[in-house]
């Protein structure tokens, strides 16, 4: 039976041979790869939903990691986090230096639980010595440690800090305001910092572009007072404390 294959023949394309790809594609993602990276994303989530299991109430703490012992913001997050231990949260930190450790150290001293969510990065984030051993949890998604940041907390307590302290902030925010998270007080400690900043967004985003709406501002707080603080954070639960999502 005569072969139905065509021979080969100088006009016959399907014939030619792959050619490399193209060189702007040369770094491109490793397709076959991201299948396997799903379950290591996973495996995130699963280890962080059983390690903050029995947690109960928590608040999350940010601030610059580049503040030290001495600095006014410091003994503020220290004397916050010890408040915040008596009155029975745990407190949630980055893991890192500065504000984040004098949290911990302050819920830690006050016989609360103390929680770190470090971040693997390029220049490696050493976790400081206030972490519960057994409560310290470390991502290399910054996507997963924000959702466990959002799923356990009461509250975010925001004191002065950078570009990740605003990125942490405003993620909250936007859930909130597009009801993907339950409400919660996010509250800004350190009025000299953060004064200008609250005004704008009111006079601003509010007022005059209603760009936002009024109530997407009434669970914001600005407070320098530790116990306005705590107050504020239990006065937004009468009925009792749950999950966000």
Known sequence: ??????????????????????????????????????????????????????????????????????????????????????????????????????????????????IGFNIELPLQQNPNPYIDRERLLTFKYFFVRKVMFLKYSQAFIVLPGGFGTMDEFFEAATLIQTQKSERFPLIMMGSEYWDEFYRWMRRMMFSEKRYIAEKDLDFIFLEDDPEKVLEIIEGFYPEGYTLNF
């Open 1 to 114: 039976m005569p072969s139905s294959r065509k021979k080969d023949c100088p006009g016959d394309v399907s014939e030619e041979k792959v050619r490399p790809p193209d060189k702007k594609y040369e770094r491109q993602t490793d397709f076959a790869g991201d299948g396997w990276r799903v379950f290591k994303i996973m495996a995130e989530f699963v280890n962080g939903f059983e390690r903050m299991s029995d947690s109960g109430p928590a608040v999350s703490v940010f601030g610059s990691t580049r503040i030290t012992s001495g600095h006014p913001e410091y003994a503020l997050a220290e004397r916050t986090g010890a408040l915040l231990a008596k009155k029975g949260f745990a407190v949630i930190t980055g893991a890192g230096p500065g504000v984040m450790e004098a949290a911990n150290k302050g819920a830690q001293e006050a016989g609360g639980l103390s």
